[in-house]
């Protein structure tokens, strides 16, 4: 399958704790990657392999996955957090990369 | 520090070919595969392709028969053509750094705006 599935729009409360979900099958093979957009800039990666942040990435975000489900999580979210983000992956071939719809999060 | 700075032409007609040069200023050229990545305006991104410092290639299934990669290691620089554009095709189009077995994009250009419209 070359299809991965996130919920489009996912709420939480300042401070508080939110996972974003990512769901596909070529999942069981690799891991998820997830990259965070605002507004009329670039996509930023946050979270890559099985739990790694790239320099400059707050330690609230953590990764995790099992089975066909890849998770990001924000603990402590902030406001400047709220942004869409993105889940990709290779495809089961592994000879495609394939990005999910996105998950808009907002930080009440 | 990595950096991916992209240019190309931001308004075409439909039926003409779209062209975009993304170089890499720092860092090795050989060790990654280099994508670009599409994003119509209020929609989510998609992936057009790949290409390794050997020329190797990976296209999207979906664009496969209309896109054109190419590179230039003795420029640090590379290259997207997608031929007879459509409206559909609008989008901002980002050039980016891939890397390991799950390819994440860890180095991204600043995007280039394509309007395709007569």
């Known amino acids: 399958s070359s299809e991965l599935t996130q919920d489009p729009a996912v709420s939480v409360a300042l401070g508080q704790t939110v996972r974003i979900t990512c769901q596909g099958d070529s999942l069981r093979d690799y891991y998820g990657s997830w990259y965070q957009q605002k507004p009329g800039q670039a996509p930023v990666l946050v979270i890559y392999?099985?739990?790694n942040r790239p320099s400059g990435i707050p330690d609230r975000f953590s990764g995790s996955s099992s089975g066909n489900t890849a998770s990001l999580t924000i603990t402590g979210a902030q406001a400047e957090d709220e942004a869409d983000y993105y889940c990709s992956s290779r495809d089961s071939s592994g000879n495609h990369l394939v990005f999910g719809g996105g998950t808009k999060l907002t930080v009440l | 520090q990595v950096q991916l700075q992209q240019w190309g032409a931001g308004l075409l007609k439909p039926s003409e070919t779209l062209s975009l040069t993304c170089a890499v200023h720092g860092g090795s050229f050989s060790a990654y595969y280099w994508s670009w990545i599409r994003q119509p305006p209020g929609k989510g991104l998609e992936w057009i392709g790949e290409i390794n410092h050997r020329g190797s290639t990976n296209y999207n299934p979906s664009l496969k028969s209309r896109v054109t990669m190419s590179i230039d290691t003795s420029k640090n620089q590379f290259s997207l053509k997608l031929s007879s554009v459509i409206a559909a095709d609008t989008a901002v189009y980002y050039c980016?750094?891939?890397?390991?077995?799950?390819?994440?994009?860890?180095?991204w250009g600043q995007g280039t705006l394509v309007t395709v419209s007569s």
């Open positions: 392999g099985k739990n």
């Open positions: 980016a750094r891939g890397q390991g077995l799950s390819s994440w994009l860890d180095n």
